[in-house]
């Protein structure tokens, strides 16, 4: 048996974003057959409840559901584990917690891609994503930690830009959704921002649906950047650890 | 925790063939939201061995790191497995014999597909895919047992039309792929073929790069015609039983 390590994805959440994750372990991988490419295991479970209504209307925690499929991969070999969802890492302490083998964290991901595109600690960093995620703050406080000066739009700005596009997308009307996300990044630009975060698994498809020349400045790709950083980790180039260790 | 039946997906026969059967296994569902999906787990393991080098120039087997992959699977808590690969299926008996877990195979997935589109028993189908798959007879036998007449294409034909589309899917020319699977299944429609299957997972992708209309005989996507089935088994509108049972 191959003794290759093996990267979990606890997908699901929702199930697109599980297989556009596997899809961009597979693409971004230097290979030149099958065998060059990373091991790995996807748990799939779209009945895990809502984020956003566990967040903000008192629905049921998604964290059990989430550590089931934490310990199914981690009981399959799984030397590290991905969550392919912003938002359920609002939940990453708490399940983190539950399992010995580590969690890459999104944010570290987007910080690693921020610095592989030489956008360097101390600069202003737009984030865009769910109102979930902008409100929550999952961004700004793991990007601050790191030096970088995290920027959002208000309400009123997310309402007319960001929602719009993420809307488009998952009705899946790809061509729709470009405009609105130009318009937000430009709103970062325009107060500084030396790059914008893509954190939502919704609006690096609407970045593809147009040339992104249109942005001005660099975009980081979540779901890209944490499969790069799943690689990293594979190749050995990468340490994962829990925050304990 | 939720107690929706799980669909095992052994992937990693390419990659992304097992990320695309994911993708099929979502885009195909009826759901309006997340929950509405099918639970699934997925084992990608890139380095199990090359099939036609087994096959064909005497190679490692890739059975057994199959049988382990099907055994975390069925671990996982899958009631029903999918082989996201069709040359992976030359080794079906042996491997379901390893498990307890029903593998519904592609074949059979392929031949529903049929019946969905209208094509009784009798009705003579055209078999494209690798020189692996045509050449073992793997859809011949199976088809030809529930009343199909299965054609296929000499060495010579398979050369000049449907091995290039295949080459042409796997370097990225998918504009290029179109035309000589159009020429392939014309050969086939012009022996009497009333649909013609795709049985690997680049001539799926070719279909996609032109109109469909161009074909002038039905196709089977057999990436989408398994996730068709595993959806209908997670619905329990299908019964998957081992051979025995």
């Known amino acids: 048996m191959s003794a290759q390590p093996i990267v979990g994805i606890l997908g699901g959440m929702g ?13 971004l991988c230097p290979a030149t057959r099958d065998q060059d ?39 399959a070999g799984a030397g590290m584990i991905c969550i392919a969802c912003n938002t359920a890492h609002l939940w990453f302490d708490e399940i983190q917690a539950a399992i010995k083998t580590p969690i890459l964290h999104i944010v570290d991901a987007a910080a690693s891609d ?5 956008i360097a600690a101390g600069a202003r960093v737009g984030i865009l994503g769910t109102t979930a995620t902008v409100k929550s703050g999952l ?3 793991r990007l601050a930690a790191r030096g970088y000066a995290p920027l959002s739009l208000d309400d009123a700005e997310m309402a007319a830009t960001s929602t719009p596009s993420i809307k488009c997308v998952k009705r899946n009307d790809l061509a729709g959704s470009f405009a609105p996300l130009v318009a937000a990044v430009k709103l970062l630009k325009d107060r500084g921002a030396a790059a914008v975060v893509l954190g939502c698994t919704e609006l690096p498809l609407a970045a593809q649906a147009g040339d992104r020349a249109a942005f001005g400045v660099p975009v980081v790709d979540t779901v890209e950047a944490h499969a790069r950083a799943a690689i990293a980790w594979a190749k050995g180039e990468l340490r994962v650890a829990r925050a304990a260790e």
Chains 1, 2 share one sequence.
């Open 37 to 75: 490419h990373v091991r790995a295991v996807l748990w799939s479970d779209p009945t895990i409840p809502d984020r956003p209504a566990a967040m903000f209307d008192g629905g049921p925690s998604p964290a059990p559901g989430m550590i089931h499929g934490l310990r199914v991969l981690e009981q």
């Open 139 to 141: 961004y700004h406080q």
């Open 114 to 118: 921020l610095a592989r595109q030489g």
């Open 15 to 27: 199930p697109l974003a599980g297989a556009e994750f596997l899809r961009q372990l597979t693409l």
